[in-house]
């Protein structure tokens, strides 16, 4: 994120990958929806703190 938000163009970001599905685990959420992290903690990263 930091880079992101260094970036000097850059004004957004999308992420697509919401929830974790059966061939890939890369989303913010576990299938069953529970957060793998602090929301809190995302916030603060997505806002660039």
Do not use: W
């Not at 850059?10 to 697509?16: A, D, E, S």
């Not at 957060?35 to 806002?47: G, W, Y």
Request: hydrophobic fraction near 35%; proline fraction near 4%.
């Amino acid at each position: 994120m930091r880079g992101i938000h260094a970036h000097p163009t850059l004004r957004g970001f999308c992420y697509t990958q919401l929830t974790d599905v059966r061939q890939e685990v890369n989303g913010l959420l576990f299938a069953d929806r529970t957060p793998k992290f602090s929301l809190a903690k995302i916030t603060r990263l997505t806002e660039g703190e």
